[in-house]
T-cell receptor
């Protein structure tokens, strides 16, 4: 069964829009949730979240985790064409193993 | 400091052939992983290792084998390649301590015909 579910599967927006990507999970022995950006090559790390309610920010990107409701969101404000990518959510559980979602494909139109 | 390196970048195999995908890291990480990523899908864990001499199966280990004789190297062996193994393969490493992310190699694109 799916352990990490991302939504939406794909998204097309115009430059300057704000987007919210969702990740819900169901794993035992949760340790952390990670967000990656993938642009036709290897995933690159964005955020790691371990505690509920604490927002992580990096420029126009921010993310927050809700461990009670078992989900996380990734926000991107003032989107740019360079934000076009697949955004992957992964959940780390005991044993340092990671379950990945299928990703959200974001396309930003000029 | 090269990080995680993978070879080859691309390979075409015939059904039934075998090959080894190479992965090396120079960060002295204890944990190493092999993932496959099918088109439009997320990454699926094939095998992982928590240190030299120790390996374990992930979600999709069938048709693959691994070994970890040194901290640096973690090769993935495909025996009797099948079309279902057409995918992009990523190797990753991490220190293995809580709160540390994974570092990915550039990937190997494999086509089995």
């Amino acid at each position: 069964e799916d352990k990490v579910v991302q939504s939406p599967l794909s998204l097309v927006v115009h430059e300057g829009d704000t987007v919210t990507l969702n990740c819900s999970y169901e794993v035992t022995n949760f340790r952390s949730l990670l967000w990656y950006k993938q642009e036709k090559k290897a995933p690159t790390f964005l955020f790691m979240l371990t505690s509920s309610g604490i927002e992580k920010k990096s420029g126009r990107l921010s993310s927050i985790l809700d461990k009670k409701e078992l989900f996380s969101i990734l926000n991107i404000t003032a989107t740019q064409t360079g934000d076009s990518a697949v955004y992957l959510c992964a959940v780390e559980w005991t044993g340092n193993q990671f379950y990945f979602g299928t990703g959200t494909s974001l396309t930003v139109i000029p | 400091n090269a990080g995680v390196t993978q070879t080859p970048k691309f390979r075409i195999l015939k059904i039934g052939q075998s090959m080894t995908l190479q992965c090396a890291q120079d960060m002295n990480h204890n944990y190493m992983y092999w993932y496959r990523q099918d088109p439009g899908m997320g990454l699926k864990l094939i095998y992982y290792s928590v240190g030299a001499g120790i390996t374990d199966k992930g979600e999709v280990p069938n048709g693959y084998n691994v070994s970890r004789s040194t901290t640096e190297d973690f090769p993935l062996r495909l025996e009797l390649a099948a079309p279902s193994q057409t995918s992009v393969y990523f190797c990753a490493s991490s220190p293995g301590t809580a709160g540390e992310t994974q570092y990915f190699g550039p990937g190997t694109r494999l086509l089995v015909l």
